[in-house]
């Protein structure tokens, strides 16, 4: 797969400092309280390689705040393994809510562009599968959003304990 020359590979955390996560990387950029409107990026969805009957996973997401607060309004995709087989799909978080799987299509390769923006106590989360042309957009509110990051992120999401990390090869974002 050819990659733009515009995606990178991601980092551990950047911005006004720096820091180390178990599970995560990726860009997280920190501000002042409230400082933080909007948020937009795009990726590579990479293919994962799963082994025989594992569950594994991986997440792929952008979005304000939880690198400073307890909130986090974000959006993104997953690759995963279940019982062995990749699963692919797109979905958004008002984080304490569970996460809303969203219903477009999400393939290996598939270039992905998305935005958080806050307005009038409103969130706004959206994204688009550039290969298909599928959209999708959703409004929600969090209790005392911080505004106060910007984050762009590849993660083993988290379940209590970290969860078992998908073989996800490199991920491009831009």
Avoid at 44 to 72: E, L, N
Avoid at 103 to 117: D, K, L, Q, R, T
Wanted: glycine content about 10%.
């Amino acid at each position: 797969m050819q990659t733009p020359d515009n995606y990178h590979k991601p980092k551990i955390r950047a911005g006004t400092s720096s820091g180390y996560s178990l599970n995560w990387a990726g860009y997280a950029l920190d501000g002042p309280v409230g400082s933080v409107n909007d948020v937009k990026g795009s990726w590579v969805v990479p293919a994962v390689t799963c082994a025989k009957k594992q569950d594994q996973y991986s997440a792929f997401w952008i979005g304000i705040d939880r690198d400073m607060s307890s909130t986090v309004d974000q959006i993104g995709t997953s690759g995963d393994c279940r019982k062995g087989t990749p699963v692919y799909y797109a979905w958004y978080e008002f984080y304490p809510a569970y996460p809303v799987n969203i219903p477009i299509s999400v393939n290996p390769g598939n270039i992905m562009s998305a935005e958080v923006s806050y307005s009038g106590g409103l969130f706004t989360v959206s994204i688009t599968n550039t290969n298909t042309s599928e959209a999708y957009s959703t409004t929600g509110t969090v209790s005392n959003p911080q505004r106060n990051s910007a984050e762009w992120i590849a993660e083993a999401p988290s379940g209590g304990s970290i969860l078992p990390l998908a073989n996800l090869g490199t991920v491009y974002y831009g």
